[in-house]
């Protein structure tokens, strides 16, 4: 039995909105006697919502537009493949693409029903996986305007800006600055497992999988480093061998160092919201843009893997793109 034959062998009913016409634009040609049968049986058994109704006319009938003109029980698993590349390459997203499919799939197995149809040919057929988005850095300036904003000349802000400073300057993990010791200690049972090196203008930290590396701290941030020492001797209380303390003189948590830097940026006139791991995909952006060397990048941010560094490639070329697209004249639209 074909598709046409099991709609018109089931009992007649109320036919959902839109499935029978020809599309929004008149011209559209109108909806498979199958996929109208199929619809009726979404509304009247199911009793699906009018929009989900509507979700579903619109996936069948973009399936019926790839068939062209094919009918739809001879399509196989190769074509269904096909369609989804199709749509990928019209700039379909993954998600998009995934809920397409579902509705396919549950025609094809209404089908399978009522026909002689095989195989469903969705099954098995995958959306392509939504890529990770890259991760988002500031621009060269927008990071100088963050980190040489003074907030004031309290402890706090002189802090603030040493952190801020040492996160742009160094690529740190939040967690890995928050463990900073001001300098190594290994005395009376404790144990430095990060620290500042001042005099050798460089950090000393352990990072994931307790893997220890070493990284250069920039010049501004040693400057604003040793202003910071000279604030934090009175409020080594509580935690003395801790970098950065809070008002209370203990360790500094995550918390207060996001909020910290979420108000620091918002008070320096940034139009996005800041976060630590912002200012260490920056500093791999700049980094990476100015030297090209991602061997470099991959030691400075600890990675085990060079292709968790790759990503830093991509955000390279989208800067690469759009010098491209403004100075090229021939990249350019005429006026």
């Given at each position: 039995m074909s598709a046409r034959q099991a709609a018109s062998g089931k009992a007649k009913a109320r036919t959902p909105a839109g499935a029978g016409d020809g599309g929004p634009d008149g011209n559209t040609p109108p909806l498979e006697p199958g996929i109208r049968a199929y619809l009726t049986s979404l509304a009247s058994e199911r009793k699906l919502a009018g929009l989900t109704l509507e979700n579903y006319t619109r996936d069948l009938r973009q399936l019926q537009r790839l068939a062209g003109g094919r009918a739809l029980e001879s399509l196989q698993h190769g074509d269904i493949r096909r369609f989804v590349m199709q749509l990928h390459g019209e700039g379909l997203v993954g998600r998009s693409i995934a809920r397409k499919l579902s509705a396919?799939?549950?025609?094809?197995?209404?089908?399978?029903?009522?026909?002689?149809?095989?195989?469903?040919?969705?099954?098995?057929?995958?959306?392509?996986?939504?890529?990770?988005?890259?991760?988002?850095?500031?621009?060269?300036?927008?990071?100088?305007?963050?980190?040489?904003?003074?907030?004031?000349?309290?402890?706090?802000?002189?802090?603030?800006?040493?952190?801020?400073?040492?996160?742009?300057?160094?690529?740190?993990?939040?967690?890995?600055?928050?463990?900073?010791?001001?300098?190594?200690?290994d005395a009376d049972g404790y144990r430095s497992i990060s620290w500042l090196d001042l005099p050798e203008r460089e950090v000393v930290v352990t990072g994931k999988g307790n893997k220890r590396r070493r990284v250069p701290v920039g010049e501004k941030a040693a400057q604003a480093l040793a202003q910071w020492l000279d604030k934090r001797a009175p409020l080594a209380t509580a935690e003395p061998h801790a970098l950065f303390l809070s008002a209370r003189g203990k360790r500094i948590g995550s918390r207060a160092v996001q909020q910290g830097l979420a108000h620091h940026a918002q008070a320096a006139g940034l139009p996005t919201h800041v976060h630590p791991h912002m200012l260490r995909h920056s500093f791999a952006t700049h980094v990476l843009q100015s030297s090209g060397d991602l061997r470099a990048v991959q030691e400075m941010l600890g990675h085990s893997n060079i292709s968790t560094t790759q990503i830093y490639t991509k955000l390279d070329f989208q800067h690469l793109a759009k010098v491209y697209d403004q100075a090229h004249p021939r990249s350019r639209k005429k006026p």
């Amino acid at each position: 039995m074909s598709a046409r034959q099991a709609a018109s062998g089931k009992a007649k009913a109320r036919t959902p909105a839109g499935a029978g016409d020809g599309g929004p634009d008149g011209n559209t040609p109108p909806l498979e006697p199958g996929i109208r049968a199929y619809l009726t049986s979404l509304a009247s058994e199911r009793k699906l919502a009018g929009l989900t109704l509507e979700n579903y006319t619109r996936d069948l009938r973009q399936l019926q537009r790839l068939a062209g003109g094919r009918a739809l029980e001879s399509l196989q698993h190769g074509d269904i493949r096909r369609f989804v590349m199709q749509l990928h390459g019209e700039g379909l997203v993954g998600r998009s693409i995934a809920r397409k499919l579902s509705a396919w799939r549950g025609y094809f197995a209404w089908l399978a029903q009522r026909t002689a149809l095989v195989a469903n040919p969705v099954e098995g057929v995958r959306a392509p996986k939504q890529p990770k988005p890259l991760p988002k850095a500031l621009s060269p300036d927008q990071a100088s305007a963050l980190v040489e904003f003074e907030s004031g000349t309290s402890a706090e802000a002189v802090r603030n800006r040493a952190m801020f400073e040492l996160l742009y300057s160094s690529g740190l993990r939040l967690s890995e600055l928050t463990s900073l010791d001001h300098r190594y200690v290994d005395a009376d049972g404790y144990r430095s497992i990060s620290w500042l090196d001042l005099p050798e203008r460089e950090v000393v930290v352990t990072g994931k999988g307790n893997k220890r590396r070493r990284v250069p701290v920039g010049e501004k941030a040693a400057q604003a480093l040793a202003q910071w020492l000279d604030k934090r001797a009175p409020l080594a209380t509580a935690e003395p061998h801790a970098l950065f303390l809070s008002a209370r003189g203990k360790r500094i948590g995550s918390r207060a160092v996001q909020q910290g830097l979420a108000h620091h940026a918002q008070a320096a006139g940034l139009p996005t919201h800041v976060h630590p791991h912002m200012l260490r995909h920056s500093f791999a952006t700049h980094v990476l843009q100015s030297s090209g060397d991602l061997r470099a990048v991959q030691e400075m941010l600890g990675h085990s893997n060079i292709s968790t560094t790759q990503i830093y490639t991509k955000l390279d070329f989208q800067h690469l793109a759009k010098v491209y697209d403004q100075a090229h004249p021939r990249s350019r639209k005429k006026p």
